[in-house]
């Protein structure tokens, strides 16, 4: 951050027209103009990347852009989208919004711990823990009342997620130990322990399906009911509210309460901290619990919301813990922000998922072409330098156009330095 | 000062880190005397060792020793009921499973490509640019590998090919977290995830939907004429693989270099004090990037073991997390190499027994899988609590 600061001081320095408001306005404009403008920026320059590769490899990158875009469902917001595929649109955005549900939770998890200075990896683990829980908690106890049973699985998921990822807050804040290799480590375990619960002869395996590898199904009570299209085609369901909620939360916790204060100064700097009276231990261990329980709770979501079971493989392959670092970081670590990147990562799951049927190219090449463009966001969003450039180089030519030519003043001389 | 009263405080016997490491010991044996050679047929001898060391493990906590103390605990916890396991299952099963010959063997194995991986971290980190895109360089040497091989029809080829693909992929981590001062952790996620689309890809590109071909070009296994059909040797090393003496080889071939030489000397102090080393006229950058790439190139060469020396093919996301694992094994080892070896073979060990494990009791086997990860972070939390990373690692530098 303090990058960008240093690279927005210097364009406000240089800027011409710098002089005529105050530098001190100025920069405080660009600032938080650019905090909408650079992962704007950041993701059209990732998508033009990825469209080179498309069209180095013999196929149109605007035809394949259109039909992600479609399969995202996002057509449906144009009024002028009608009749079946108006439908269909529905139903491509009900998965984007449910991908975003649970991109967004892993995606706070993570963000938070990066406001308190630490590195969150462990979404994966906490995730997979809160599943386990959800998805035993969901399929057992018949006859409870509907709402407590839903209320009872999301916060025994939640509470699950907050002591896995609890164990590495109290490991670093007691013996120092660093919290990228200890939830790395949790999420091996957590998956282990998933997959060894739901195998073949395992504890937890559906009763009913002796050659499944798969948890027993969510009993009816328990599943958050369809808010928005057919319950038997994966509706939307209502976790996405409770996922907005949650992101109101982390904005308030963040904001507005003593810990939200104690963790954005443990995470600017400890030491300093330490001398305000503030114990960094404690809030670490305190913003790994909370963090824990936004990616158990995402868990509870996916599995009352729209899965209803855990299949072993299921396990295995998820790539949620990844997708939430990538989610926090474009967001830029505000709720926002990570609402923002939560929509558009669902929407590229879904838009490149083997179901939309209307891609021009091979779908397994889409799918991997999305991958390439999430290594390219993050890797730009890990230095502003390169999409504070462009911008800036944008702005100088625009000023230049603006300018007359006569004008003498270093227009874009030094614009690529 | 009444020498044998409980009352006696160990430090004033014994320093309590000693006592800690003989309950870590005795509890660990309380496991070992169970299974084969062993072998001992009832838990009693089990429970009086562990009970030992976690005895000593708590009078050390008493004495100031807490980490190590705890952990002894721990350890004596996890044998007795590993040592209940093995008393409780069959004898022959329990020939089977430790088979100490075939472990060694399948423990080289499991442990060649995270040891690559692991050396490149320490070169990567020793020189002050964390490198998180360990996974990804060892996928794209995973998939160039096979395109190599297949393409030029030579193993050589392929791990060549394959060696430029990770040093490519880390030219670009280079350039971000050197050049531009990127946050090194952000940045190497962002390589993964880049690896991980450029890899599907291509092999989606190239091979379709049949994956890659059968007949590739193979790394060689070494056949030691001497030793090959002599007993626990022949068949513990007698037929490795070239890579895996290569890695091995390494280890010693790296601590040399990192620190006996001029140019290891000064790839440390880059990592140490980057001010220092420009004052005194050492390339920082040149010296960094050379050893992000470098790094790269390892890492890519463990990718290239596992489908062009083990395997034969490449699937999507093959290494599946072993990057991670040989970052694990790289800070569980001090950044150091010996100790990055020692902990690639816990690692190894671990998918080894866990293979064995499970073709006798699957559901066990997976319990198996997840031992490692609990013993690194039980490791994590107290041997290496105390260990630090290069001064600068992770620190951009910016010339003044």
Known sequence: ?417 | MSVGSFAVTPAEAVSPKRLAIAGLVLGALAWVVTIPPIGVRTIVPSIVLAALGAVAGAWSITGGERKLGIEAIIVSVIAVCGAVASVKSGHSTLESVFTWSALVAATLRYATPLLFAALGGVISESSGVINIGLEGMMLMGCFWGIYGADLLHSWVWGVVVGMISGGLLAAVHAFFSIHLRANQIVSGFGINFLALGITGYFLEYHYGPNGTPLNISMVPNVKIPGIQHVGFVGVAFGDANLLTWVGLALVPGLTFFLFRTKWGLRLRSVGEKPRAADTVGLPVMGIRYAAVIVSGMFAALGGAYLSVGFVGSFSNDMTNGRGFIALAAMIFGKWKPWGALWACLLFGFGNAMSDRVSSVNPTLGTLFEALPYVLTLVAVAGVIGRSRPPASDGLPYVRE
């Open chain 1, 1 to 417: 951050v303090s990058l960008l600061e240093d690279e927005l001081e210097t364009e406000a320095e240089e800027s011409p027209g710098a002089a005529t408001r105050s530098p001190a306005a100025l920069t405080a404009f660009r600032r938080g103009a650019s905090g909408v403008t650079v992962p704007i920026l950041t993701t059209v320059i990732a998508f033009i990347a990825g469209g080179l590769i498309v069209l180095a490899t013999g196929h149109n990158p605007f035809s394949t852009y259109t039909s992600i875009f479609n399969g995202t469902g996002l057509n449906w917001l144009f009024p002028w989208v009608s009749g079946a595929e108006r439908a269909t649109a529905a139903g491509n955005l009900q998965q984007t919004l449910i991908q975003a549900t649970a991109l967004l939770l892993v995606g706070l998890a993570v963000a938070f711990a990066f406001r308190a200075g630490m590195f969150n990896i462990g979404g994966q683990g906490q995730y997979t823990v809160g599943g386990i829980i959800a998805v035993w908690v969901g399929s057992s106890f018949a006859g409870m009342p509907p709402v407590l049973h839903v209320t009872f699985a999301i916060v025994a998921a939640g509470l699950a997620g907050a002591v896995w990822a609890g164990i590495a807050g109290v490991l670093k804040a007691v013996t120092g130990a660093n919290e990228v290799i200890s939830t790395i480590m949790l999420n091996w375990i957590a998956i282990w322990l998933g997959v060894y619960c739901f195998q073949l002869g395992g504890p937890l395996q559906n009763p009913h399906m002796a050659s499944t590898p798969v948890s027993s199904t969510v009993l009816p009570g328990a599943r958050l009911p369809v808010i928005w299209g057919s319950s038997t085609l994966q509706g939307l369901d209502a976790g996405i509210f409770i996922s907005l909620a949650l992101a109101v939360v982390f904005g308030l916790l963040i904001n507005r309460t003593r810990l939200g204060y104690e963790s954005r100064t443990v995470g600017f700097n400890p030491e300093a901290a330490r001398y305000a009276g503030i114990n960094a231990g404690r809030t670490w261990i305190k913003v790994m619990l909370i963090c824990g329980a936004f990616a158990g709770v995402a868990a509870a979501l996916d599995i009352l919301g729209w899965k209803f079971s855990l299949f072993t493989n299921d396990i295995q392959v998820s790539q949620i813990g990844f997708y939430g670092i990538a989610v926090a970081l474009l967001g830029r670590n505000t709720a926002g922000g990570t609402v923002a990147a939560a929509v558009l990562f669902g929407a590229l799951l879904t838009g490149t998922s083997d179901r939309n049927i209307s891609l021009s190219i091979d779908p397994t090449l889409v799918q991997y072409l999305t991958f390439m463009i999430e290594g390219i966001i993050i890797l730009l969003v890990s230095t502003d330098v390169i999409t504070l450039r462009l911008l800036k180089g944008g702005r100088r030519i625009g000023v230049a156009i603006r300018r007359r030519p006569s004008d003498k003043g270093g227009a874009s001389e030094d614009g690529a330095k």
